[in-house]
DNA sequence: TTTGTAAGTGTTAAATGTACACAAAGCCAT
DNA sequence: ATGGCTTTGTGTACATTTAACACTTACAAA
């Protein structure tokens, strides 16, 4: 169970919930004779284990933070300048925490998508929080890259691909799709012209069944069908524009 | 000027001409007291060197073999399966050139865009061909995959940057940019139509020149202005439907 | 019964996509 | 110089898609 010495992963856990996206952060901090020598965030990452690949890796560092392993992953990109580690503060850092870890590390993005109300990063992590994507701390590392990069992916990726069903429950309600789609993508669309769009995807299938105990006309139910959404030969995602 | 064991780059060079995409390919055979155990193809690569990263390794990689170093060139993916070079030649393969390297190697991919026409590969490497890319010789490791990746991952950068205009040259027809992309592509456009809608693009202009000394009527001729485009905050490239 | 809230529904005008055919300009061969 | 060959250049009509927009309905809670 040795660590590659210079390869490792970083995940960047996109959080979503109806109303924004955000990411899932640690706080670093540096203290010295219990004087703080300086704090910020990075993403939560991890070196690859010998005989485990990146994706392995990532779903280790995955499980570790949320419990969970079944979580939509993707690698976007693969960061190995050879200074990539070395800000002011991370030299600091790096003396501070030697470990095995090699001068020059590469590390392999992934992103991945999770309900940010499913998940409470309370227990086990203290110093882990969720920031919403418009509004990030400092960070440290390359990781600001890292973080618009996967974001750029992300949401060339959401277009293109029917990822949005992944972060839906099985049985869905139109509203829920868009407010998703809108929070990932950070625009908003019409509601009568994206219902008309949703209409026309024969994966979309609105189900016999209808909301319960909700304050106002209760929604119609729908679920996504991969069968067909690959049958028909991956129809395009006609509800983004 | 060590290598790193474990860590590689693998270039797809895709050539293109006005007729059809190919990739450059170098024949690898494996012999034994004069007979041929066997014979396929792999992509160009190497293994990153110290102090190096894997962008200037993946130059470095196209300069020996192209001989060019301002290459259009992107990554794609990292491959990083711990059996990557497990299949039963490569074991024999590996077998005979033990080298310096890990068990576990993973390899960052890139593709790059050059003009097969500019590109004759002879005399250094006389085991190095272009393949058109609908028919593929026998691929080593897993080189085939990679390959596939990347002409994915080409094809929608194609769409959505203006990368075709890499490999023009700076004066160029209106004729020769359709035909370039549908040769990337795969497809084929209407020709008034793909003229109608280059006409519209402020970044494409047309200069008070015309083609000599050819056949038939002569074509006006155009630059992309790069400039012009990123003004007009990336317009669209609505030449591809 | 009233109030608040989100669901559901259609039309129109503008823009864009798609399909399609003939004349013009130059070179070459005779 | 004429005719043949090749590629350029051009416009219209029809179909489809986009974009903008407001009122009624169903339910729960007060």
Redesign the interface.
Known sequence: MNI?P??SVDCVIFGVNSENLSVLLVERELTKDGEVLFSDHTLTGHH?I??????DAAIRVLKSITGFENIYLE?F??F???NRLGGKKDIIWRENFPHKIAE?V?S?GYYSLVDSTAICPDEAHKNVHWFPIDNLPELGFDHKEIIEKALEQLR?KVM?EPVVFELLPEKFTISQLQKLSEAILGTTFDRRNFRKKVGQMKSIIALDEKQKGVAHKPAQIYIFSKDVYERTRKEKLIFFY
């Open positions: 590659i210079n390869l690859v010998e005989g485990e690949n990146t994706e690698q990109y693969t190995s300048d050879t020059h590469i392999v060339i293109h």
